[in-house]
């Protein structure tokens, strides 16, 4: 399954006010859940099903001084990666011009690297996720100056 049928079932969550989605295909397992306090998102292989816990946003600084920006969040719950090879130069640097389809990162979930884009033009003003850091769905991984 790829990230943009799970963004897409997300959505149809929050449109249709539903609270939990389960599906089950040949060698996958998706479950989310909505509402509360936390987020849970499994998303596993028959073998290897393993809830994981996400408190709603991320550690990204206070509103009043990200006025106007905007966050590109991590669509799953994976380990966060800046480069897409350990001696190669990192996706994007704080002050790069990115659109709609620059890849930011990659995020690894499930051993299977998964290229991350921007889904926004403008300038990247923040780098808020460290190199090889676990992410969780929806933490906040950049903030961008929309142009």
């Known amino acids: 399954m790829e990230i943009k049928e799970i963004k897409r079932i997300v959505e149809l969550m929050k449109n249709n006010?539903?609270?939990?989605?389960?599906m089950k295909e040949e060698g996958f397992e998706l479950t989310l859940k909505r509402g509360g306090e936390q987020q849970i998102v499994v998303a596993a292989a028959p073998a290897a099903v393993a809830p994981v816990a996400a408190a709603p946003g991320g550690d990204a600084p206070a509103a009043d001084e990200n006025d106007g920006l905007i966050e590109i969040p991590?669509?799953?719950v994976g380990t966060f990666y800046r480069k897409p090879a350990p001696d190669a130069d990192a996706f994007v640097q704080v002050g790069d011009e990115v659109s709609e389809d620059t890849v930011v990162c990659v995020i690894e979930a499930m051993k299977v690297m998964n290229e991350i884009k921007a889904e926004v033009k403008g300038v990247i003003k923040q780098i808020l996720i460290d190199d090889t850091t676990p992410v969780q769905y929806g933490q906040s991984l950049f903030l961008v100056e929309p142009r």
């Open 74 to 76: 991590s669509p799953i």
């Open 17 to 22: 006010d539903l609270t939990k989605f389960s």
